[in-house]
């Protein structure tokens, strides 16, 4: 299991993905021991083995405020999770089955909310009153858009930080993200729909729940309300909108704006590049044309042992080589306490979701075409929203700020599962010379160890 946007703080052992984490054997138990440390917001966990995720076992994590540390708006009468996504009717196993054989994934055959078809999620409120909605996409690739019949939605808080309270009257749900909403109850008492549909997809599809008065005057009534479907614009317009609330506190007292990322040199530019090809008469996917293929020992655990033949520093590069797809076990070096840019140039025309384990970055920019040096002069310097996944348009860019202060192994992977199973995700080992505890925790006591780790020892009680 992974937790989604949980840091795992100077922790990657309890990362839960398959380069820092031993698989669970079957009968077996895990117990994960984690800090929540310098975090808050809304988050979600799943199974990151194989093609579980398609199986379902997601749910909704909440890393709440400090008591007497304010939230920017006051206590919500009540906070729902709701987890949407795409859903298949075929079992996991046959869905890996399909990319194991080297074809692609259907279209899938609906959209779920909190597990249920339409009209099977209801939430209860009271007339008059707020509600948070903790929002997160925990399908396998579609883009959802969010949107409750006759109602607003105020944008408070995105994978961590409180943004501007900005009201929308639907949302883009990019795969892998989370928001928080509020929404008052100020319509007259009936039944609303809550309708989250497809994005960028030739055919639309649509899934609805139910937004219930306790003193309603009768159920859902009239088409559910229409909304975006392929139009670009109107979500990268929207994507440019979500910025950070500078005065509000974060998981610490002070303002979320003391952190001038704008004022700190880059020391490094890593552009990424995907591609798709076939290797092996097999459909892969690729970044900077390296396809990842897991070694049989967790990376983390084979760094912490030093044991040799199980991956290679300096295996991925910097910038898309221009090359043909081929396989590796890719692992980006990179050095703890620089500050790093990263460009995410997608010269495909299929809209795309990345997320990074470990850490939240800076979404400086985002635009059409080919990313340049001259594209800085668009940056946001000032007031970017801080997050853990972004999307990248088609045949568009988007440019993230990192400051490496997290030591560990960590994936840098395609939200959109098919992809990620095919190749389409790298580690990012954040490298440093010392053995301090300060920097890195050693490997966990209950730590499971196998391929080339097995019957090495991790620590004494």
């Known amino acids: 299991m992974t937790l989604n946007g949980v840091q795992q703080r100077r922790n990657s052992f309890e990362d839960g993905v398959l380069g820092t984490t031993c698989p669970i054997p079957p009968g077996g138990n895990f117990t994960y021991i984690l800090q929540v440390k310098d975090q808050i917001g809304s988050f979600y966990y799943f199974p990151s083995l194989a093609f579980h995720k398609a199986a379902g076992g997601f749910g909704g994590i909440r890393i709440l405020s400090r008591p007497r540390i304010p939230v920017p708006f006051d206590d ?24 194991d054989s080297g074809r692609k994934l259907p279209f899938p055959n609906g959209i779920l909310i909190n597990g249920r078809g339409s009209n099977g999620a209801y939430f209860n409120v009271e007339q008059g009153k707020t509600y948070r909605l903790r929002i997160s996409n925990v399908g396998l690739e579609n883009s959802l858009n969010f949107r409750i019949q006759n109602h607003k939605l105020k944008l408070v808080e995105v994978e961590g930080t409180h943004t501007l309270q900005t009201t929308y009257s639907s949302l883009d ?10 929404v008052t109850a100020d319509q007259p008492a009936q039944d609303y729909y809550i309708v989250v549909s497809t994005r960028f997809t030739s055919t639309v599809l649509t899934s609805t729940g139910v937004l219930r008065y306790s003193n309603s005057a009768g159920p859902v009534s009239g088409p559910p309300p229409g909304g975006p479907t392929i139009q670009i614009d109107w979500s990268l317009n929207q994507a440019r909108s979500i910025r950070t609330n500078l005065t509000a506190s974060g998981p610490r007292p002070n303002p979320q704006g003391s952190y001038h990322y704008g004022l700190i040199n880059t020391t490094r530019t890593i552009i990424l590049s995907s591609s798709p ?5 097999k459909q892969r996917y690729a970044i900077n044309s390296v396809s990842y293929v897991a070694p049989d020992t967790p ?25 043909g797809i081929y396989l590796d076990t890719s692992v980006l070096q990179t050095d703890y306490r620089t500050f790093v840019e990263f460009v995410f140039q997608n010269d495909e025309d299929i809209i795309q979701s990345y997320h990074l384990d470990g850490y939240s970055f800076f979404v400086v920019g ?32 988007t440019a993230i700020y990192i400051a490496l202060d997290n030591v560990g192994m960590w994936n840098l992977r395609s939200e959109f599962w098919a992809r990620q199973y095919l190749g389409q995700q790298f580690y990012m080992r954040v490298y440093t010379t010392s053995t301090s505890i300060r920097d890195e925790y050693p490997v966990p006591k209950n730590a499971l160890l196998c391929g080339r780790a097995s019957g090495r020892h991790t620590r004494p009680l």
């Open 173 to 182: 749900v990019h795969v892998g993200q989370s928001y928080s909403v509020l």
């Open 76 to 99: 919500p009468a009540g906070d729902y999770t709701v987890l949407i996504g795409d859903w298949y009717k075929l079992n996991h196993t046959d869905l890996m089955s399909l990319l």
């Open 277 to 281: 090809g076939i290797v092996n008469g």
């Open 299 to 323: 990376l983390k655990l084979a760094d912490y042992f030093k044991i040799p033949g199980v991956f290679r520093v300096g295996s991925f590069s910097d910038r898309p080589t221009g090359g």
């Open 366 to 397: 985002m635009d059409g075409g080919q990313w340049t040096p001259a594209s800085r002069n668009t940056y946001n310097l000032r007031d970017a929203v801080s997050r853990c996944t972004t999307q990248v348009y088609p045949k568009s860019w």
